[in-house]
């Protein structure tokens, strides 16, 4: 059964730093692409950043870029975003997911075993 388990969630001031990490179990994890997305109410989960399985590439909503880092340590089953410059806006529920295929891809759909999510709330 495959398990995605995020945390380092928190609360920050804007300019604040986050690191979240998703811990993996029940896969080989590293044969998998992995993403970022988050999710605030009301509104359809956005793409955030991908990761590839080896970790060469990487790609970045436009909202992310220069602010956040995905990475990823396929000895500890874990992929983490990196958050710096936090704003108000990045307020939300980040959730992370496996790729379904080895491409890199910001859709929703082509990804799959989400985890339950990680509270980001960024106050001014």
């Known amino acids: 059964q495959v398990q995605l388990i995020e945390s380092g969630g928190g609360s920050v001031q804007t300019g604040g730093s986050l690191r979240l990490s998703c811990a993996a179990s029940?896969?080989?994890?590293?044969?998998?692409?992995m993403g970022w997305f988050r999710q605030t109410p009301g509104k359809e989960r956005e793409f955030v950043a991908f990761i590839s399985w080896n970790g060469v590439l990487t790609y970045y909503a436009d909202s992310a870029k220069g602010r956040f880092t995905i990475s990823r340590d396929n000895a500890k089953n874990t992929v983490y975003l990196q958050m710096n410059s936090l704003k108000p806006e990045d307020t939300a529920v980040y959730y992370c997911?496996?790729?379904?295929?080895?491409?890199?891809?910001?859709?929703?759909?082509?990804?799959?075993?989400w985890g339950q999510g990680t509270q980001v709330t960024v106050s001014s």
């Open positions: 029940g896969l080989t994890f590293s044969r998998y692409a």
């Open positions: 997911a496996t790729a379904k295929g080895s491409r890199m891809t910001t859709l929703e759909k082509e990804y799959d075993n």
